[in-house]
């Protein structure tokens, strides 16, 4: 007689689900072991640290003002040393000094220094009562003096440049010419020529005021022209 079994209560075919659900069953008991074993009770740490009593400690501090800087020592004591002699021994006061290097023979240079004369800028005018005059005639004097002694330059000449340049210059106390400087120019080579010529001058008579020989300045033009 042949058994029969029903479909339904063949488990062959859940074979794999049910070890599947044991697996899982196993596993989350080993996670909740782990856990449980590894967590710490934090109850009873925190229920110690609240039993223990903490004893603070205070530092006393010391202000630096209220300590007191210790006095100085004492000055030393000089004691004065008296030497008792007899009445027959004689005492020399006198202190004698002698220089090793110095000799009768030695022979001492004195050096004397002469004190430098601080030389004074003369104060410069423009109009005086009389005004400096070259070789008894004047500014036009100078004129005609420039005329006879100005060199055109050969560049300029080549180039064909003309014009009036502009020199001022002063003349000190001593009738000399001095601080000439052009104020207007054409050319270089032309301003150079009249800057040139004007320190070439010879001495005028210098102008005076109250009777006192002092430093005049001029601006004085040249002019420049091609025959």
Do not use: C, H
Not at 17 to 31: A, D, M, N, R, Y
Not at 104 to 124: K, L, S
């Amino acid at each position: 007689m042949e058994l029969k079994k029903s479909k339904k209560a063949d488990l062959e075919k859940k074979k794999g689900i049910f070890l599947q659900i044991g697996l899982v069953i196993v596993l989350g008991i080993i996670l909740a072991a782990f856990e449980w074993s590894s967590r710490p009770n934090m109850e009873s740490t925190l229920g110690e640290l609240a039993d223990m009593d903490l004893e603070e400690e205070i530092i006393p501090i010391t202000r630096q003002q209220d300590v007191k800087p210790p006095p100085p020592p004492p000055p030393p004591k000089v004691a004065d040393v008296l030497m008792i002699v007899e009445d027959d021994v004689e005492i020399e006061d006198e202190l004698i000094i002698e220089d090793a290097e110095a000799d009768q023979n030695m022979e001492i240079e004195i050096v004397e220094f002469e004190e430098e004369e601080e030389v004074a800028e003369e104060e410069v005018f423009f109009i005086v009562e009389d005004m400096p005059s070259f070789q008894g005639k004047g500014q036009e004097g100078f004129r005609s003096w420039i005329a006879k002694n100005l060199r055109y330059p050969e560049i300029a000449a080549e180039n064909g440049i003309s014009g009036k340049v502009y020199v001022q210059f002063a003349v000190n106390s001593k009738g000399e010419v001095v601080d000439a400087v052009v104020v207007r120019g054409v050319d270089p080579a032309l301003d150079k020529e009249a800057s040139r010529v004007v320190m070439a001058s010879p001495k005028w008579a210098p102008g005076k005021q109250r009777g006192k020989a002092v430093k005049v300045q001029f601006t004085f033009p040249i002019n420049f022209v091609l025959q």
